[in-house]
């Protein structure tokens, strides 16, 4: 059976247990149907470890206890980049989401001349935050630890 891979933004030691975030809680009781006992992966940005875990559940809150760490170095040894110019929204998240699973470093965002929907200031923030968030669950379904 395959672990589910679940990204955490905090520190992770084997041997020591998290309080997973609200919304992955949520996500890992009532979309993935885990109960306690059940095993999962965790991994962060920080290093190229999985951190295999065991949840155990108290009222709403879900804690994840670290037991051991596997070495897991997916990312590729070249740095690269794109440069695409804003498309619209689905295109984006499309864009960000085979780049990230390619092995992309870096991905660069701007307004063309021609650009569809062109990006305003007050929105740059949260376009950034979601264009993230895909590129995460990108990292999880490629077993990649850091996002570009």
Known sequence: ???SRIFVAQPLTPGTSIQLEPAISHYVRHVLRLKAGD???LFNADDNYDYESLLSCQGKQTI???QTRVLSDCESGLSSEII???SRNDHMDWMVQKSTELGVSRISVFNAQHTQIPLKPAQL???LSHWR??????CKQCE???PP
Request: net charge positive; hydrophobic share 50%; proline share 0%.
């Open 1 to 3: 059976m395959r672990l």
């Open 39 to 41: 095993a999962i992966t």
């Open 64 to 66: 994840a206890s670290i």
């Open 84 to 86: 695409q110019g804003l």
């Open 125 to 127: 923030e949260k376009r």
């Open 133 to 138: 968030a895909v590129a995460i669950n990108a």
């Open 144 to 146: 990649r630890h850091h």
